[in-house]
């Protein structure tokens, strides 16, 4: 064998061993690329999964705020609720309180009898100037016989009425309904009786 053949054979025989080195570090390098990415999606796949954690705590947590305030919006609400009802509960007690309240009556143009129930002669008839005196004008006077009341009692036909004469008396009392007897006068037409008590027997 000549050294031209030899050296054609060495040459073959390196060509085809560098081709097999090629071939392997090509076979190599891709197994080494595919775990590598293997490896990287691994590692993308734990952060998404800490990223996705930690998101589903912060939704988890707003939520929580979000239950927090509508709890604390309800409490509001119910709290405006019970001062509005307290409110209105309030208005109608006032209400209630002045519709309960009787409008008063004027006693100045109705007929009053003063009657005297104590043994001080005249205190009918003083009285009797001392409310004409302040415009009272429709007035007439007598005796009660039934003796011995201290309070003044001012008989009245309606609720309302009388409150404009209590005033003049020390601890006056209006009852509502009528005298007929133990009068010594006539009663006809009479509204208001003033049955004068002995509390009263000084005219001021």
Do not use: C, H
């Not at 999964?49 to 409490?75: F, G, H, I, R």
């Not at 005796?143 to 404009?164: C, H, L, R, W």
């Amino acid at each position: 064998m000549d050294k031209k053949t030899m050296l054609k054979l060495f040459r073959e025989a390196f060509l085809r061993s560098f081709i097999v080195l090629i071939g392997v570090g090509i076979i190599g390098f891709g197994i080494y690329f595919i775990l590598g990415r293997n490896s990287d999606k691994k590692q993308e796949a734990s952060i998404a999964t800490t990223e996705d954690s930690t998101y589903n705590e912060e939704e988890t947590v707003a939520e929580l705020d979000k239950e927090t305030a509508s709890e604390a919006e309800a409490a509001s609400s119910e709290e405006v609720t019970t001062e509005e009802i307290t409110t209105e509960e309030i208005t109608t007690e006032e209400i209630t309180t002045e519709e309960v309240t009787t409008e008063a009556i004027s006693s100045t143009e109705k007929k009053i009898l003063v009657l005297n129930s104590t043994k001080v002669s005249g205190l009918a008839k003083a009285w009797m100037n001392k409310l004409q005196g302040d415009g009272f004008q429709n007035m007439a006077t007598g005796n009660y016989s039934v003796s011995g009341q201290e309070q003044t009692v001012i008989y009245v036909p309606e609720e309302g009425m009388g409150q404009d004469l209590v005033s003049y008396f020390k601890d006056a009392r209006i009852e509502v309904g009528s005298l007929n007897s133990n009068i010594d006068v006539s009663t006809d037409g009479v509204e208001i009786f003033i049955v004068i008590g002995s509390n009263d027997t000084s005219v001021q």
